[in-house]
T-cell receptor
Framework: DADVTQTPRNRITKTGKRIMLECSQT?????MYWYRQDPGLGLRLIYY???????NKGEISDGYSVSRQAQAKFSLSLESAIPNQTALYFC?????????FGQGTRLTVV | GEDVEQSLFLSVREGDSSVINCTYT??????LYWYKQEPGAGLQLLTY?????DMKQDQRLTVLLNKKDKHLSLRIADTQTGNSAIYFC?????????FGAGTRLTVKP
């Protein structure tokens, strides 16, 4: 099994719809992250969480919200999706020096 | 905000050395990383260096850090076609991790 599992892997949704991307990890790490990847821009941090009671905004949190349901689960929500949120989304978990990434969720907002 | 910058493309011939460069602005960076992304996959850690080191070697990979200039490089010796991928530089200050835009390395036979 993968250390970090993201669901769904691909999703097409309409403008204005609410959508949730889910992430679970089996590493037992406290820290979890959500990034989006856009061509030429690399990975940009949306939100991060250092434990179940800790949620922090990243550099591009507008239009997104997160929920840390348990140490192993960290979900990302788009309350009202818009086309410029079309991107590849990555969840990651870390402890210390290394971050482990999920396979990514490709989200298209039409 | 703090930035991590790297060139977007690099093309080399098989067997040559590849050098991917990165600059960053956060003087409180604790760790600096190189991640590799292959098509359709997430990021995999290649190597990292602690900010009080200036060099780290791991088989064909050599990482050089110039902390004064905030410059990080990744050298891949004897580059192979299997090294074709996007390489991300990242820095961490124990809070979040910031990534560069990624350098797409193309290795020509």
């Amino acid at each position: 099994d993968a250390d970090v599992t993201q669901t769904p892997r691909n999703r097409i949704t309409k403008t204005g719809k609410r959508i949730m991307l889910e992430c679970s990890q089996t590493k037992g790490h406290d820290r979890m992250y959500w990034y989006r990847q856009d061509p030429g821009l690399g990975l940009r941090l949306i939100y991060y969480s250092f434990d179940v009671k800790d949620i922090n905004k990243g550099e591009i949190s507008d239009g997104y919200s997160v929920s840390r349901q348990a140490q192993a689960k960290f979900s990302l929500s788009l309350e009202s999706a818009i086309p410029n949120q079309t991107a590849l989304y990555f969840c990651a978990t870390s402890w210390g020096t290394e971050a482990f990434f999920g396979q990514g969720t490709r989200l298209t907002v039409v | 905000g703090e930035d991590v910058e790297q060139s977007l493309f690099l093309s080399v011939r098989e067997g040559d050395s590849s050098v991917i460069n990165c600059t960053y602005t956060d003087s409180s960076s604790t760790y600096l990383y190189w991640y590799k992304q292959e098509p359709g996959a997430g990021l995999q850690l290649l190597t990292y260096i602690f900010s009080n080191m200036d060099m780290k070697q791991d088989q064909r990979l050599t990482v050089l850090l110039n902390k004064k200039d905030k410059h990080l490089s990744l050298r891949i010796a004897d580059t192979q076609t299997g090294n074709s991928a996007i390489y991300f530089c990242a820095e961490s200050n124990n809070n979040d991790m910031r990534f560069g835009a990624g350098t797409r390395l193309t290795v020509k036979p």
